[in-house]
């Protein structure tokens, strides 16, 4: 079942409060937060009325906060084989 992954990207300060209520209704508290929709029209029609303030992308499954979080970290560059005595 495929999912919309939908990030908010910029703020809705100073835009009209039925704008804000859309972000609102998609779940969108603050930018960069990150939410996962199943693709109906409903959605799509949120989806298009906010699209100059979110990101959108189709995904096959979605993700648990902790797997976001996960994904979003980096990779260190390095790895430690074995810790020093003291």
């Known amino acids: 079942m495929p999912f919309f992954k939908i990030t908010q990207i910029r703020s809705a ?8 209520g859309v972000l609102r209704a998609l779940g969108l508290r603050r930018r960069k937060a990150t939410v996962f929709h199943p693709v109906s029209p409903q ?3 949120h989806i298009m009325a906010v699209k100059e303030l979110v990101a959108v992308s189709e995904v096959e499954q979605a993700m648990s906060k902790a797997e976001l979080r996960e994904s979003r970290k980096s990779d260190p560059g390095y790895f430690v084989e074995k810790l020093a005595t003291r």
């Open 13 to 20: 300060i100073g835009l009209p409060k039925k704008t804000a």
């Open 43 to 45: 959605v799509a029609g």
